[in-house]
């Protein structure tokens, strides 16, 4: 059973930084893209990072040069590292998990089967 959990949100003011966690259990997964999504209230769902099975990593425009992601294949871990939070990344941040084929991009979210609950994270101003 594949089980996807997330950690780390929280309320930082503008410029904080905050770090999220994301254990992807029952599958290998150096086999699998991983990747970061965020929801905002109104809003669509939408990609910030994802990283492939061969470690290539993809951000937003929204967050390049800000955010970091990193996963540890011995853990079953994918961490976000994020700086120089601003208001608008106030969200929702979700992990989700797919088997892609080696060679392929970071799909879309609806390409991804499996995803946590999801973290708040809050940016004041």
């Known amino acids: 059973q594949v089980q996807v959990v997330e950690y780390g949100g929280g309320t930082v003011q503008a410029g904080g930084s905050l770090r999220l966690s994301c254990i992807v259990s029952?599958?290998?997964?150096?086999?699998?893209?991983i990747a970061w999504f965020r929801q905002a209230p109104g809003k669509e769902r939408e990609g910030v990072s994802c990283?492939?099975?061969?470690?290539?990593?993809y951000y937003a425009d929204s967050v390049k040069g800000r955010f970091t992601i990193s996963k540890d294949n011995a853990k079953n871990t994918l961490d976000l590292q994020m700086n120089t939070l601003k208001p608008d990344d106030t969200a929702m941040y979700y992990c989700?998990?797919?088997?892609?084929?080696?060679?392929?991009?970071?799909?879309?979210?609806?390409?991804?089967?499996?995803w946590g609950q999801g973290t708040q994270v809050t940016v004041s101003s």
């Open positions: 989700a998990a797919e088997s892609i084929p080696r060679g392929q991009a970071c799909p879309e979210p609806s390409e991804f089967a499996y």
């Open positions: 990283i492939d099975n061969d470690g290539y990593t």
């Open positions: 029952g599958v290998t997964f150096e086999n699998y893209h």
